[in-house]
């Protein structure tokens, strides 16, 4: 069934309103609080094994004791690649995207553009 307007009754395009449910982050906000990107495929991380010494008591006239140090271990890590795909069709191009406007004039090649940078923003998320 199509859905027919008429062009003398006066029409008003609203805002956009996308029902997308809140991405839950409790995992990553609980255990994760220290997000740090760096520039390189890979990071090295230095591993410190901490204990707990307890000063040696010593007579005021014997000399003190020799404690260790425990020294540390270098791990090296790699993440994973994200790699979403998002296809745009020529159909996808042609129409109007949601919430512009039905008489903006905008061209496929404008909508290609727009479509581009809403994917790229939904990749920040």
């Known amino acids: 069934m199509a ?4 062009i003398f009754t006066p029409r008003t395009m609203g805002k956009l309103i996308s029902r997308m449910p ?4 409790f995992f990553r906000d609980t255990f994760f609080r220290n997000v740090e990107t760096f520039p390189t495929k890979s990071v090295d991380v230095d591993f ?4 707990r010494k307890l000063a ?3 007579h005021p006239r014997m000399p003190g004791k020799t404690v260790a ?8 890590y790699t993440p994973p690649q994200l790699a979403p795909d998002t ?13 512009e ?10 909508r290609a553009v727009e479509k581009l940078a809403r994917d790229f923003s ?4």
């Open 87 to 99: 296809i745009t069709t020529v159909d996808d191009l042609l129409e109007r995207m949601a919430g």
């Open 122 to 125: 939904k990749l920040d998320e």
């Open 101 to 110: 406007n039905p008489y903006s004039g905008k061209t496929p090649a404008q």
């Open 69 to 76: 140090n425990t020294g540390y271990q270098t791990k090296t």
């Open 56 to 58: 040696p008591f010593v």
């Open 22 to 25: 809140p991405v839950r982050t």
């Open 48 to 51: 410190k094994k901490g204990t």
């Open 3 to 6: 859905y027919e307007v008429s």
